[in-house]
């Protein structure tokens, strides 16, 4: 059964730094196409980042909002994709998803596979 389970969310200050990871069973993520989204209450989701399998390239896109300060990772042997956030702001508070399938979607939100989420708030 495929399985995506998000940790690392929790409190950080203005300006910090905070990664999350993703981590799956049931598919290899090397051969997939991972996404984190994010969503603040009373917003929609939004995608933030995203990464294609090795295959395909292993492309990489970012949410205009976090450009140049997140960055997507994969670990294959340990089968997580991590999110590194850089300079966090308030406007980064939200519940982060994990979304995963095989084929890449970038940061449309029609993956077929999503885990719970973890929570992350920035304060001042």
């Known amino acids: 059964q495929l399985q995506l389970v998000e940790s690392g969310g929790g409190s950080v200050q203005f300006g910090g730094n905070l990664r999350l990871s993703c981590s799956a069973s049931g598919l290899a993520l090397d051969d997939a196409g991972v996404a984190w989204f994010r969503q603040a209450p009373g917003k929609e989701r939004e995608g933030v980042s995203a990464?294609?399998?090795?295959?395909?390239?292993?492309?990489?896109v970012y949410g205009d909002s976090v450009k140049g300060r997140f960055t997507i990772s994969r670990d294959n042997a340990k089968n997580i994709v991590y999110l590194q956030m850089n300079k966090v702001r308030p406007g980064d508070t939200a519940v982060y998803y994990c979304?995963?399938?095989?084929?890449?979607?970038?940061?449309?939100?029609?993956?077929?596979?999503w885990g719970r989420g973890t929570r992350v708030t920035v304060s001042k």
């Open positions: 979304a995963a399938e095989p084929n890449y979607r970038g940061l449309i939100r029609i993956y077929d596979n």
């Open positions: 990464i294609s399998g090795v295959r395909g390239g292993s492309r990489i």
